[in-house]
């Protein structure tokens, strides 16, 4: 009897055939997994194997197996996935791997240890996601993308107030004489003082945006073409950690 098992689209839940003893079940798939893994067959080992380890319940009678077939499935993984950032293939291994690591706790409490091999990978694998999702740097990209088109305006503004300072003075120059009380004229020269300061803060704000903003695209280019990674959070099973 030959359990069912995608090898295309990632693994399914197997079902044992009515009358199909689960453990018969369980080692059948195992040893088809077994010989798809010795012939260089890595992620189709591990998709058999998955679909092996769901023969058998999360119980105390089948602790020791499932966690020792866990072993072989995050093995076959890491192999098949070796060298690789496909978003699909990864977010299928973190799967595997997390509903394993859940289901584990859910059936012998928060105080059970899962395998150490099998959480390091599956973080291994929940972080390697999380990159070929958002690639090191590219919210930076965007952030200094977004200064730069902040400070073009400013700098737009500024230039804007400017030409206006600079119409308001000569209009003063031409109709009023140095100290002259008259009201249009402190209305002139008001408002000439006024766009010149506004002038100056704008430009000042503007490079300093403009500024910021080329380096933050320079950085996140950087780190997208080394692969660079900063500090961080990221989730491990029972709370975070600091990763480089």
């Not at 390697?128 to 930076?140: D, F, I, N, Q, T």
């Not at 996140?220 to 660079?228: A, F, I, K, P, S």
């Amino acid at each position: 009897m030959i359990l069912a098992v995608s090898i295309g689209s990632g693994p399914v839940r197997a079902t044992p055939a009515d009358g199909l003893d689960p453990q018969a079940a369980f080692e059948a798939g195992f040893n088809e997994g077994r010989s798809r893994f010795d012939r260089g067959e890595y992620l189709a080992a591990a998709r058999r194997w998955s679909a092996a380890a769901d023969a058998l319940p999360e119980v105390a009678e089948h602790r020791d197996q499932r966690a020792g077939i866990y072993e072989y499935i995050a093995d076959a993984y890491t192999r098949a996935l070796a060298g690789s950032d496909n978003p699909q293939l990864l977010r299928e291994a973190a799967g595997v791997l997390g509903r394993y690591c859940d289901g584990f706790v859910g059936a012998y409490g928060i105080t059970a240890s899962v395998e150490p091999v099998i959480l390091k990978v599956r973080s291994d694998f929940d972080e390697r996601l999380a990159y070929a999702v958002s690639p090191p740097g590219r919210r930076l990209t965007i952030g200094g993308a977004a200064l730069i088109g902040g400070g073009a305006l400013a700098a737009s503004g500024a230039a804007v107030a400017g030409v206006r300072g600079h119409r308001l003075l000569r209009e003063f120059d031409q109709q009023c004489s140095p100290g002259s009380k008259d009201e249009t004229c402190t209305d002139l020269y008001t408002r000439s003082k006024r766009s010149n300061a506004l002038f100056g803060a704008g430009l000042g704000f503007g490079a300093a945006l403009l500024a910021a903003g080329v380096v933050l695209v320079v950085i996140g280019d950087t780190r997208r073409r080394e692969g660079r990674r900063g500090v961080r959070l990221r989730p491990a099973f029972g709370g975070f950690v600091v990763a480089f």
